[in-house]
């Protein structure tokens, strides 16, 4: 049955049930996001230097979440979260500017949910879903904001983006700021150095031009004569901005602000009195239930969020978060949390926090850091940035908020630890995590069968969930015990338990010598993946000659593992000059991040210079 058709029915059964009495019974939504910025760029989160003043004086009026994070610490998954309630690894949309397809006759984007309950839906003008198969905008009735249009579209859900404070902003001159350089209070991870305090005064500049941003749209709303009638809602779309926060797990990258002011009139929507610090912990996920719930639109069953707003709230106890590829650099990484416990678990350790990525190398404090760094001048804390990975990671948020005393090994808190860990691998087995394979892997994998990622990976022929989970679980272990299974799953008919199985013995050649018998026939692997981490193997085993052919076979044919093998010979830092011919030769575009990476290894034909994804 046609949407359209849909919406009217639904319209004509609520008003004759007497459940839309009238439009304005129902709340608007004014929704004012931002971009890029952590708690601790607010003022009503207690930064004293930070100059936010209509945002703390809608926190005063409203309610202020302590404990909200993103599900992804970068925009464009993050707001895949958002769009449709689902989680991006649990639909394969979770690397960087990617834009793979979604069953949409079986995920509906919010508004389409809102309007078949009979809003106007309005987004000015962010979208940036990272979904293919549909048009961003299409979801929405209008890109503008027309405040003498909403007062006669009531109820109405629209949505603000202001950008003055995204990443890009905290670019360029930072030497003349209006904020004081010697009034901002740095993280401890970042050197105490002049670069890095002026641009920290740079963008709480930038900063107080988004606040007025917030400002102007509340003035608006009086102005109009809707604030009584409408529910207003402010937060980032993640944490940053500068370098460890935006794209990083950490606190800095994920604990964003959010603040919810609701009129008098549903009043019976509030958590307490106005005003009041929320101690709930809320998760990105959770809006897009919260929202429809509060409208009183359908909530279909796929929603994976819970709602935390009104008399059916819902309870949280984790929150799951997760780093994939970021642009042209690879990772993978998942976190979960509590209000108190941060655990990370790094399945790259070796491909260090701190790469060169293109777009965050432009900002000023990047730079600064990494001159500091290589000049020998950083101590434990602010050279870790710079450094691999450990395994796992845990952090006690309550007295730790920047993330740098790592308790992993800590006796005292190996409960904690092993508590969250488990609650990762339930919830990667209940979410179905898309994301326990290479991308290019699952692409391929989601291609041959005709099938989208989400379906994919829900089909135990095609991706064996707990096979991977407990194959990636022996590859991070680092057990000696684990390398005759570690061998023998070398053999393994899927080609992503042999994937792990190589990372496994990648991960334990420093503290166990390998038998490269085993290891030489996976350069011959039917998976690129698996063939360019045992030729890493055999160049820590001093055969560099067979490593070196292996990747310059990869890139000659423009191997769909090609932008891994880019990462691997930067990893190594012994130069790029055995690959040169290859790496130009080399064809595989991963939307444009290959060519990101020929760029700053120097071998690009034409480089093109500062045109990198934000």
């Not at 608007?28 to 996001?33: P, S």
């Not at 190398?361 to 450990?390: L, S």
């Not at 015990?481 to 899927?494: F, I, Q, S």
Request: contains cysteine; glycine residues 6%; hydrophobic residues 35%.
């Amino acid at each position: 049955m046609p949407h359209r058709l849909v919406r009217f029915l639904v319209l004509v059964l609520a008003i004759v049930s007497g459940t839309i009495a009238v439009a304005d019974e129902r709340p608007n939504i004014l929704w004012l996001t931002c971009e890029d910025n952590n708690v601790n760029w607010v003022g009503c989160y207690g930064n004293p230097h930070a100059d936010t003043p209509n945002i703390d004086a809608l926190a005063a009026e409203g309610f202020q979440y302590m404990h909200c994070y993103a599900n992804a610490p970068v925009c464009a998954p993050s707001r895949s979260t958002w769009i449709t309630g689902v989680h991006a690894l649990s639909m394969g949309t979770h690397p960087m500017r990617s834009r793979y397809p979604i069953p949409h006759d079986r995920i509906r984007y919010y508004p389409d949910l809102l309007k078949d309950a009979g809003y106007y839906v309005g987004n000015d003008k962010k979208t940036d879903y990272n979904i293919g198969g549909r048009d961003d905008k299409s979801a929405w009735d209008t890109d503008k904001t027309d405040w003498d249009q909403l007062k006669q579209r009531q109820p109405f859900f629209m949505v603000i983006n202001s950008t003055k404070s995204h990443e890009s902003r905290a670019f360029g001159d930072v030497n003349h700021t209006t904020h004081s350089p010697d009034d901002v209070r740095l993280a401890k991870y970042h050197p105490d150095i002049p670069d890095i305090r002026k641009n920290y005064a740079h963008y709480h500049d930038q900063m107080k031009k988004m606040d007025a941003d917030i400002g102007l749209a509340l003035k608006r709303l009086e102005e109009s004569g809707l604030a009584e009638n409408t529910i207003v809602i402010h937060n980032s779309d993640h944490g940053g901005v500068i370098a460890r926060s935006k794209r990083f797990l950490f606190n800095s990258g994920t604990h964003c602000p959010l603040i919810v002011r609701i009129p008098e009139k549903f009043k019976h929507l509030r958590p307490a009195q106005p005003g009041t610090k929320i101690d709930d912990l809320v998760s990105f996920i959770d809006m897009t239930k919260t929202w429809l719930d509060i409208c009183g639109a359908e909530k279909p069953d796929y929603l994976q969020g819970k709602v935390f707003l009104g008399p059916n709230k819902e309870s949280r106890e984790y929150h799951v978060s997760f780093r994939t590829r970021m642009d042209e650099r690879c990772d993978n990484v998942r976190a979960i949390r509590d209000r108190r416990f941060l655990y990370i678990r790094n399945y790259m350790p070796y491909a260090p926090w701190g790469q060169h990525l293109n777009y965050l190398w432009i900002m000023r404090a990047t730079q600064a850091w990494e001159e500091h760094h290589r000049a020998g001048k950083t101590d434990a804390v602010t050279g870790r940035f710079f450094g691999t990975k450990p395994m796992e990671e845990l952090y006690d948020t309550s007295v730790d908020p920047d993330n740098v005393h790592n308790l992993i090994d800590d006796p005292r808190y190996a409960e904690d630890a092993k508590r969250l860990s488990k609650a990762l691998d339930r919830w990667q087995l209940e979410h179905f995590d898309a994301g326990l394979l290479p991308e290019s892997e699952i692409v391929r994998r989601s291609e041959a069968s005709g099938k989208t990622i989400f379906d994919m990976v829900r089909t135990p022929s095609l991706y064996d969930l707990p096979a991977l989970q407990q194959a990636s679980a022996r590859a991070l272990e680092q057990n000696p015990d684990n390398l005759g299974r570690l061998y023998e799953d070398l053999r393994a008919k899927d080609s992503g338990v042999r994937y792990w199985a190589i990372v496994g013995c990648f991960n334990l050649q420093e503290s166990a010598p390998l038998d490269m018998s085993e290891i030489r026939p996976a350069l011959q692997d039917e998976s690129h993946h698996v063939r360019a981490m045992a030729a890493w193997i055999l160049y820590r085993d001093g055969d560099k000659a067979a490593a070196q052919a292996c990747w310059n076979q990869l890139l000659r044919e423009s191997s769909y593992a090609s932008l891994k093998v880019f990462n691997i010979i930067d990893w190594i830092g012994d130069g790029i000059e055995p690959y040169t011919e290859s790496m130009k030769l080399c064809k595989f575009d991963h939307g444009g991040y290959v060519d990101r990476m020929k760029e700053y290894m120097d071998v690009a034909d034409k480089p093109e210079k500062n045109k990198r994804a934000k």
